[in-house]
Each structure stands twice: as structure tokens, then as C-alpha cells.
């Protein structure tokens, strides 16, 4: 079931092989970074051929063919390709070693007396940072210079230790699935990056539209249980369910702002009736029939939908405002800290913790976003199993600790360093990671590390 999902996830990325006579043998083992053996990893070649590691991390396959790739996955590490034409066969065998670039944090550095903020990545005229993440220990950024796309491999300290051109121009962003993966995510198209010892690769492209409906959706696993979530209609409500070891469907929680989400019916219902006053008689009994996806609630906010009703000058300033109420969606984000799952619902001003072995729930009271200043963004570090709120003030950044017992602000911290204009907030290991423009009147951003534990208050 691990492994059909694990799948499924990440499109079951395929790679064609060409049939030939007779057979090739192949052995193999597979390790994580400090050489101990992987149990449980898949190796698979193409559609139907696949093999499980077994507790040494042992491996056999027979090929019909030395072409094509092998690609190696396994939960909490991240995936890596081999090409079968790379190895070296003695009469019709061959032997591969493969080592996984562990998921995990590492541990923190907790170095209070160090340098309260560091410059990891620094833009000029010519280059631009779109977005990053945590490959382990390092650093992924995703980074454009001189017109070409880069997906960058750097240390904590900003260190290159790979590079890899993207074959499209047009990526912005960087997604890591709920099995940890990365994602390169384009406009139309998605790249699966795989990690090979410092090397960076890619798995073929797959369509965008795919990621926003298997990939995207997932938000966490634990204990081979995979979470997914889903919006409702105006982003005014979010569903979270999750599928058990064997692929039967669970509802987890379903969160709704009613009240928003019924102003936000009849505004939509008002600008559609208003549209379907500017057009032929056919076109709105498709409407009517719920023919048309203007009908449909759900596809209201695509961007296409909304700009074909702006057609008219007349709904253009309805369907802006519309659009306004529609941001201030519904935040429940759903995290996983240490071995539990924490439910945030800020609708009805509690905090859910679930453990999954065996199954328990327990509700918190919860009240810290009615506070000024809240900005609608939790901050997980995963490596200390601790949870922030993200806050404004008038002096600038103030992340408030949460406690997950009570629900309530333990402890504040104001890094009145960081940049005024910020954003990507993200943190590990006790330091902030953002993306900040140092100077309003210089449009370069930097890639900032703030020691969060030297701010506390």
C-alpha cells in the first residue's frame, strides 16, 4: 500500500525501455548516507518492472534490455535515477550500489552566540530568486540568471554544491510533496527533481494540471496513512481526509466559514447574472443547465472564468472586489510535529491533535489569532517540534511560540532585523529562513538566516 501511494503521488513517473532477446541480471543495494541498508525501497524500470529491497537492502531484477532507467524511492529519502547503459554488465550481470540523500533535518546547530543574521543568497541586476527549500541539511533554491531557470544545491552557508539547468524557462516555484519529494512547477509543465550523492537530476516532465490534482493536494504521511485536503467553493471551507494502509478513504474534518461563504454565493450569483445579461439566449440556458463551468461554484475563482465575465467594463470593478473577499480565505492548516497531527481550525477557535496508533483526538481551546497584527501563517520546525504564528507589529516580524498542550503563546520573538518587505518565511533548527529586499529602493532580495533564539522577549 506504501509504495502504490508513494506512486500514485509522484504521477508514477515513466520511462520507456525497448525489448530485446535474452535476459540481463541485476543486483544491487541500497543505503542511506552514513551506509546503513534500506529496507523497503522500490527500484523500478518502466511500467510493470519493479523490485523491493529486502532487510540488507539486497535488490534482484532481470532486464530485457540495457536502455532505459532505473529510479529508486524510498519514504523519507529522496528519489534518485540510474541509467542502465551507466553500468558496467561482465557477460550478462551486472552490480549497483546506490545511496538515498536522507529527508531529515538535521540536528540543530543551536549556536546562540553566532552571527544574528547571515546572507545566504544575495540577487544583482541579472539574477532573480524565485523560491527554496530543505533538502536535509542543504539547501535547494530556485533561481533564474540571465534569462535561464537553475535549480541550485547550496549548504546552509550559501555554498554551491550542484546546479542544474531546468528545461523550462518558466518555474516559480518549488513544491515538496507530503513524501517529501520536490517539485520544479511551471506553467504548464512539472519536473520530479531526484538527488544522486551531490548530483542534481530530473524525472521527465509531467503536466501541470496533474500536480494540482495528485501532488498538491497531499499535505503529510504518518504511520503510512497519506492526508490529503481539499477547498471548497470560494476557499471559504477545506476538507481533510486521509486514506489507511489498506486504500480505504477516512473523513478527517471538514472546516467552513458559512457566513463568508454565503456572501460570497450571492456576490457571485449577482456578477453571473449580470454577465449572462450580455450574452446569447443558447449560452445562458447552458448556464442554467449547469452546462457551462460558470455554473459550477467550485471553478468561480479561475482565472479564465473570471476574465471572460470582465469582459464586460461593466463587472470589472464587481468581480475585482469579489476577488478581495475571496483572498481572505479559510487558513486550518493541517501539520505534523513530532510522531502527532495538530489541526488548526482558527474558524471555530480550536486546535485538534490526533495520533494515529492507535487513534485518538483531542481538542484545545485556542485564541492568539484574534490578536492584532495576525497574518495567517503557522511556522513549523520540524526539527525541534515547535509550531509559530506569524504577526505584524509596528517595529516589524514577531513570531509568537505556541504551546501544544494548552493551545496558548509561550514565548515571543522579534527579529527586528529582518526586511520590512519579506516573504517565503520558513524555519529550521531555531533560525528563520525569509526572502527580504533589504533597501525599498532596490528591488534585489536576499536570501536571509536569523538566529530566531537571539530575539526572544
Same mark, same amino acid.
Not at 503521488?9 to 541485476?26: E, H
Not at 542543504?138 to 531557470?149: G, Q, Y
Not at 483526538?361 to 485556542?366: D, R, S
Given at each position: 500500500m506504501k509504495h502504490f501511494i508513494a506512486a500514485l503521488? *509522484? =504521477?508514477?513517473?515513466?520511462?520507456? &525501455?525497448? %525489448?530485446?532477446?535474452?535476459?540481463?541480471?541485476?543486483t544491487g543495494n541500497v543505503y542511506g548516507e552514513a551506509g546503513e541498508a534500506l529496507a523497503g525501497a522500490t527500484v523500478t524500470l518502466g511500467e510493470g518492472r519493479q523490485a523491493s529491497t529486502d532487510s540488507t537492502g539486497a535488490f534482484y531484477m532481470t532486464l530485457d534490455t540495457r536502455k %532505459?532507467?532505473? $529510479?529508486i524511492r524510498r519514504l523519507g529519502y529522496f528519489p534518485q535515477r540510474v541509467r542502465i547503459d551507466s553500468l558496467a554488465f561482465t557477460g550478462r550481470k551486472a552490480h549497483v550500489t546506490i545511496f538515498l540523500l536522507s529527508q531529515d533535518i538535521a540536528l540543530p546547530e543551536i549556536a546562540?552566540? %553566532?552571527?544574528? $543574521?547571515?546572507?545566504?543568497?544575495? @540577487?544583482?541586476?541579472? *539574477?532573480?530568486l524565485f523560491d527554496y527549500? /530543505? &533538502?536535509?541539511?542543504?539547501? =535547494?533554491?530556485?533561481?533564474?540568471?540571465? +534569462? #535561464?531557470? /537553475?535549480?541550485r544545491r547550496t549548504t546552509d552557508a550559501g555554498a554551491v554544491l550542484a546546479e542544474l539547468r531546468l528545461p523550462d524557462d518558466n518555474i516559480t516555484l518549488l513544491h515538496q510533496s507530503c513524501i517529501g519529494n520536490f517539485h520544479a512547477v511551471g506553467e504548464q509543465w512539472v519536473w520530479e527533481l531526484a538527488l544522486s550523492g551531490q548530483q542534481l537530476d530530473t524525472f521527465p516532465r509531467?503536466?501541470? @494540471?496533474? /500536480?494540482?490534482?495528485l501532488v498538491e493536494p497531499c499535505v503529510l504521511v504518518q504511520n503510512d496513512q497519506y492526508f490529503f485536503r481539499r477547498t471548497g467553493p470560494f476557499r471559504q471551507s477545506v476538507e481533510y481526509f486521509y486514506v489507511d494502509t489498506v486504500s480505504n478513504r477516512h473523513s478527517l474534518a471538514t472546516i467552513t466559514d458559512e457566513i463568508a461563504e454565503q456572501q460570497l454565493l450571492r456576490r457571485y450569483r449577482g456578477i453571473l447574472a449580470a454577465y449572462m445579461r450580455t450574452i446569447p439566449e443558447m449560452d445562458q440556458a447552458d448556464i442554467l443547465a449547469g452546462k457551462n463551468p460558470l455554473a459550477d461554484p467550485m471553478q468561480a475563482l479561475k482565472p479564465e472564468?473570471?476574465? #471572460?465575465?470582465?469582459e464586460s467594463n461593466g463587472l470589472v470593478a464587481a468581480i475585482g472586489f469579489f476577488t478581495l473577499l475571496a483572498s481572505d480565505s479559510v487558513y486550518a492548516p493541517l501539520v505534523k510535529v513530532g510522531a502527532d497531527i495538530y489541526l488548526f481550525d482558527h474558524v471555530n477557535d480550536k486546535m485538534l491533535r490526533f495520533r494515529t496508533m492507535p487513534w485518538e #483526538? +483531542? @481538542?484545545?481551546?485556542?485564541d492568539y489569532h484574534h490578536a492584532a497584527g495576525w497574518d495567517k501563517q503557522l511556522l513549523v520546525d520540524a526539527a525541534l517540534n515547535r509550531v509559530y504564528g506569524r504577526f505584524s507589529e509596528k517595529k516589524g516580524l514577531v513570531l509568537k511560540e505556541i504551546d501544544l498542550t494548552t493551545g496558548a503563546i509561550s514565548k515571543e520573538y &522579534?527579529? @527586528?532585523?529582518?526586511?520590512? =518587505?519579506?516573504?517565503? /518565511?520558513? $524555519?529550521?533548527?531555531?533560525?528563520l529562513y525569509l526572502i527580504g529586499q533589504p533597501d525599498v529602493n532596490v528591488p534585489n532580495r536576499r536570501l536571509y538566516k536569523i538566529n530566531l533564539f537571539g530575539f526572544s522577549r
Open positions: 503521488i *509522484t =504521477l508514477l513517473i515513466v520511462l520507456n &525501455a525497448s %525489448g530485446q532477446s535474452g535476459k540481463w541480471q541485476l %532505459g532507467s532505473l $529510479v546562540i552566540s %553566532g552571527r544574528p $543574521v547571515e546572507t545566504i543568497y544575495q @540577487e544583482n541586476n541579472r *539574477t532573480s527549500g /530543505f &533538502a536535509g541539511k542543504d539547501l =535547494l533554491l530556485l533561481v533564474r540568471e540571465n +534569462k #535561464k531557470t /537553475f535549480i509531467y503536466r501541470a @494540471e496533474q /500536480f494540482h490534482n472564468n473570471l476574465l #471572460k465575465m470582465a #483526538k +483531542k @481538542e484545545v481551546p485556542i &522579534a527579529p @527586528e532585523i529582518a526586511p520590512y =518587505l519579506s516573504d517565503h /518565511f520558513k $524555519v529550521r533548527n531555531g533560525y
